[in-house]
């Protein structure tokens, strides 16, 4: 079991916070005192404050830059996709 403390600001990380939860992909963009303010990418993105004592099942993977931009690159191009579908409705 680890814990949000252990991440770090401006990095993207693959997490389980609960055993049998979805993989997610999350950033970390602030660290306070006591909390971390962190992006959550599903369907959309997700912005929430986290306390660095709050629990994570499994830290899969840290993500490096090269794999970052690629990532990027894939969910710019479905966001566009969407909002196409949006419009069209």
Known sequence: MYSYALLEKNCYYLIQ???????????????????LY????TDGTAIEWKKKTDPIFDILELLGDDKVKDWESIYNDNQGTYNVEEDED
């Not at 916070?17 to 909390?35: H, R, S």
């Not at 962190?38 to 990418?41: A, E, F, I, L």
């Open 17 to 35: 916070e609960k055993e049998n939860d979805p993989i997610n992909l999350i950033k970390v963009n602030l660290e306070t005192d006591q909390c």
């Open 38 to 41: 962190v992006s959550r990418y």
